[in-house]
């Protein structure tokens, strides 16, 4: 996951919550997402 940028992750992790995609792989990304402290909701407003 270290090659995804922050935008592509936090996209990837919405993305995959709307298609309600593998809870598993949903987890995945969220713990990435926390790893590299990143507020996906910051993104989602556009900051």
């Not at 592509?8 to 969220?30: C, G, N, P, W």
């Amino acid at each position: 996951m270290e090659l995804l940028s922050d935008d592509l992750l936090v996209d990837t992790y919405f993305a995959a919550i709307q298609l309600h995609l593998d809870q598993e792989f949903i987890r995945l990304i969220s713990e990435e997402i926390m790893r590299r402290q990143i507020n996906p909701e910051s993104y989602r407003l556009g900051a």
